[in-house]
């Protein structure tokens, strides 16, 4: 049978990545470890970039966002908190005649089935649901793995001491999220932005880079003020239309404006590095799959050359990231279980709210108080009665009267390892060539968007034998060395030299040749620029070249 064409793809993608150093299999010489990859040298070039971009735009180009770097290892009691250590898990179930695992929501997507989910919360596999490799329908029940890793710390494997990878980086930045605003002067609506491994033990790591067990995060947690806070002191709270950029942040965003808006903020960061939005897709949450604190989440996808087609025939692509509404869950639940205040005071609020009219003061304060007790309810501890949830939403509301809150939440989170195979997926391009005598030949060029390409300029002298040539091409690539990441590159005919950086993905290259050591006196110190994508050249004044490249690679 033929395979499919997007197999194959991803095939040329994989062989490619592997010879050109992208990306290579983890612990390869002894037969690999599943689920984990390592970057080569081009590969750590391109997710450094892409980091670095990420930083910048996310937090130093903000005046309301501030870096974080935590640990990886941190108290398990943080994983308690945020319910990690009771519900972060896949529904697992096995072949019981080929003994192959499976996830079973996977499983059952794979043959446009839907794993139910019963009364009692437990999963079920659907009737007809067969396993995938050997066609036997003795399947084993679903049930739930937990996805955390777990270690010891300290010389005694005892439960005391049991401690987790962190599954995300996102829970750090909860945990330290009084220390951060006490230290950085910033005041709500404020965030906390951080990159990090981050570790999950994937039931079926899987498309290659896209679902593995070792990964980087980019995560911001951005904190804004409860809807109820922004309509007291505002009047009212914004409304913004449903699809679109909104603009400038103003005061009286409320949550949806909010979320919005980082929507759109990070769909104008892919585009700026290459992702073109017909290349994206969105995946609006259903309220069935929300998260039962959640507001509203959207998923930025990427039509991955995996990516599976609906009935329509429409790929609508893989997630890449999820910018998720995630009211006051994850403080309020870091609050409770550290008996640390995480809430702040609002002097604004105070003030606005002594002036309101009775009627708007009992209205506002009767919706904040269904919210938190709401929330009390539905992640009360099994020893906690209604009244003592009751007492405490009370409590929480006659604080809000005061300019009290507990901070919302928009987290926009992003896979740095999912967005280097889309970005790698989207730059890859081959074209076969036929001569006059029936020969082909396959060239490829990574087209990836100056921004992210690990190289940024190809420096070749035309000859190797020519010392002049050879001593001129290493001043400009010293020149050029401090600001950009330069190849220098004198092996082989410059057809050949020019194919590498094509396959590299270098946007520019400059060739040193006997005009710039001025055999035609009018070109004496220009180069020979040549641009990857067409293989057009110029000339170009080699005291013009450095600020030339770096106006195109910022
Ligand atoms: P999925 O449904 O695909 O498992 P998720 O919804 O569990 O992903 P989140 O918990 O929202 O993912 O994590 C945020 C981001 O982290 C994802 O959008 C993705 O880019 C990245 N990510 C999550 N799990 C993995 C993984 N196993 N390998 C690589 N990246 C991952």
Same mark, same amino acid.
């Given at each position: 049978m033929a395979e499919?064409?997007? &197999?194959?793809?991803?095939?040329?993608?994989?062989?490619?990545?592997?010879?050109?150093?992208?990306?290579?299999?983890? %612990?390869?010489i002894?037969g690999?470890?599943n689920?984990?990859?390592d970057?080569?040298?081009?590969?750590?070039?391109?997710?450094?970039?892409?980091?670095?971009?990420?930083?910048?735009?996310?937090?130093?180009?903000?005046?309301?966002? +501030?870096g974080?770097?935590?640990?990886?290892?941190m108290s398990?009691?943080?994983?308690?908190?945020?319910?990690?250590?009771?519900?972060f %898990?896949?529904?697992?179930?096995?072949?019981?005649k080929?003994?192959k695992r499976?996830?079973a929501?996977?499983?059952?997507?794979?043959?446009?089935?839907?794993?139910?989910?019963?009364?009692? !919360?437990?999963?079920?596999?659907p009737?007809?649901?067969k396993?995938?490799?050997?066609? %036997?329908k003795?399947?084993?029940? #679903?049930r739930?793995f937990?996805?955390?890793?777990?270690?010891?710390v300290?010389?005694?494997?005892?439960? *005391?001491?049991?401690?987790?990878?962190?599954?995300?980086t996102?829970?750090a930045?909860f945990?330290q999220?009084?220390?951060?605003?006490?230290?950085?002067r910033q005041?709500?609506p404020f965030?906390?932005g951080?990159?990090g491994? +981050?570790?999950r033990?994937e039931?079926? /790591?899987r498309?290659?880079?896209?679902?593995?067990?070792?990964?980087?995060?980019?995560?911001?947690?951005?904190?804004?003020?409860p809807d109820?806070?922004?309509?007291?002191?505002?009047g %009212?709270v914004?409304?913004?239309p449903?699809t679109g950029h909104?603009?400038? #942040?103003q /005061?009286?965003w409320?949550?949806?404006?909010?979320h919005q808006?980082?929507?759109?903020e990070?769909?104008?960061?892919?585009?700026?590095i290459?992702?073109?939005r017909?290349?994206?897709?969105?995946h609006?949450q259903t309220p069935?799959e929300?998260a039962?604190?959640?507001?509203a989440?959207t998923?930025?996808l990427?039509?991955f050359?995996?990516?599976?087609k609906?009935?329509?025939?429409?790929?609508?692509g893989?997630?890449?990231?999820?910018?998720?509404?995630?009211?006051?869950?994850d403080?309020?639940?870091h609050?409770r279980?550290?008996?640390?205040p995480? !809430?702040?005071?609002?002097d604004?609020? =105070? @003030?606005?709210?002594?002036?309101?009219?009775k009627?708007k003061?009992?209205d506002?304060w009767?919706r904040?108080?269904?919210?938190?007790?709401?929330?009390?309810?539905k992640s009360?501890?099994?020893d906690?009665?209604?009244?003592?949830? @009751?007492?405490q +939403?009370?409590? *929480?509301? &006659? !604080?809000?009267?005061?300019g009290?809150?507990?901070?919302?939440?928009?987290?926009?989170?992003?896979?740095?390892?999912r967005?280097i195979?889309?970005?790698i997926?989207n730059?890859?391009?081959?074209?076969t060539?036929?001569?006059?005598?029936?020969?082909?030949e396959?060239?490829y060029?990574?087209k990836?968007?100056?921004?992210?390409?690990?190289?940024?300029?190809?420096?070749?002298?035309l000859?190797k &034998?020519?010392?002049?040539?050879?001593?001129?091409?290493?001043?400009?690539?010293?020149?050029?060395?401090?600001?950009? &990441?330069v190849?220098?590159?004198d !092996?082989?005919?410059?057809?050949?030299?020019?194919?590498?950086?094509?396959e590299a993905?270098?946007?520019?290259?400059?060739t040193?040749?006997?005009d710039?050591l001025?055999?035609?006196?009018?070109?004496?110190?220009?180069v020979?620029?040549?641009?990857?994508?067409?293989?057009r050249?110029? =000339?170009l004044?080699?005291s013009?070249?450095?600020?030339?490249l770096? +106006?195109?690679?910022?």
């Amino acid at each position: 049978m033929a395979e499919p064409k997007e &197999n194959l793809q991803m095939e040329k993608i994989v062989s490619l990545c592997k010879r050109r150093g992208f990306i290579f299999q983890s %612990s390869e010489i002894y037969g690999g470890i599943n689920g984990f990859w390592d970057y080569g040298p081009l590969g750590a070039e391109l997710k450094r970039n892409v980091k670095e971009l990420w930083w910048n735009a996310m937090t130093r180009e903000r005046e309301d966002v +501030a870096g974080l770097e935590a640990t990886i290892i941190m108290s398990p009691a943080i994983w308690r908190a945020s319910g990690h250590v009771d519900t972060f %898990s896949d529904p697992m179930c096995d072949c019981k005649k080929c003994k192959k695992r499976f996830r079973a929501d996977q499983l059952c997507e794979d043959q446009n089935l839907t794993l139910i989910k019963n009364a009692n !919360g437990k999963f079920e596999l659907p009737a007809g649901t067969k396993c995938t490799s050997c066609d %036997s329908k003795e399947l084993t029940e #679903p049930r739930p793995f937990n996805l955390m890793f777990k270690t010891y710390v300290g010389p005694v494997e005892s439960e *005391d001491n049991v401690a987790y990878l962190r599954p995300e980086t996102a829970q750090a930045i909860f945990a330290q999220f009084k220390n951060v605003l006490e230290t950085s002067r910033q005041k709500v609506p404020f965030g906390i932005g951080q990159i990090g491994k +981050a570790f999950r033990n994937e039931v079926t /790591p899987r498309n290659y880079t896209f679902r593995s067990r070792e990964f980087e995060q980019m995560e911001l947690e951005f904190f804004i003020k409860p809807d109820e806070a922004i309509e007291a002191i505002h009047g %009212s709270v914004a409304t913004v239309p449903a699809t679109g950029h909104p603009g400038e #942040p103003q /005061p009286n965003w409320g949550w949806q404006a909010w979320h919005q808006y980082w929507v759109e903020e990070r769909v104008k960061f892919y585009e700026g590095i290459g992702l073109s939005r017909d290349t994206l897709g969105f995946h609006h949450q259903t309220p069935e799959e929300l998260a039962h604190y959640a507001r509203a989440c959207t998923d930025i996808l990427f039509k991955f050359p995996f990516s599976k087609k609906d009935e329509n025939g429409n790929v609508k692509g893989d997630e890449l990231e999820g910018i998720a509404a995630r009211s006051d869950f994850d403080l309020s639940q870091h609050q409770r279980f550290s008996g640390k205040p995480m !809430g702040v005071f609002d002097d604004e609020l =105070r @003030q606005a709210w002594a002036k309101l009219p009775k009627e708007k003061q009992d209205d506002l304060w009767r919706r904040y108080y269904e919210n938190r007790k709401n929330y009390l309810t539905k992640s009360a501890k099994p020893d906690e009665t209604a009244e003592q949830i @009751q007492k405490q +939403a009370t409590e *929480d509301a &006659n !604080g809000l009267a005061k300019g009290q809150y507990i901070p919302h939440v928009i987290e926009p989170s992003a896979g740095v390892d999912r967005l280097i195979l889309a970005l790698i997926a989207n730059a890859y391009s081959e074209t076969t060539e036929t001569d006059a005598k029936g020969k082909s030949e396959t060239t490829y060029v990574m087209k990836f968007h100056p921004r992210i390409a690990p190289i940024k300029v190809g420096v070749l002298p035309l000859l190797k &034998n020519k010392p002049e040539l050879v001593k001129k091409a290493i001043a400009v690539r010293d020149l050029l060395r401090p600001w950009m &990441n330069v190849y220098y590159d004198d !092996g082989g005919s410059i057809g050949k030299r020019y194919a590498r950086q094509d396959e590299a993905g270098t946007p520019f290259c400059v060739t040193i040749d006997f005009d710039t050591l001025g055999e035609k006196p009018e070109l004496l110190d220009t180069v020979t620029l040549r641009y990857r994508d067409d293989g057009r050249q110029e =000339r170009l004044k080699i005291s013009e070249l450095r600020d030339w490249l770096l +106006a195109r690679i910022r």
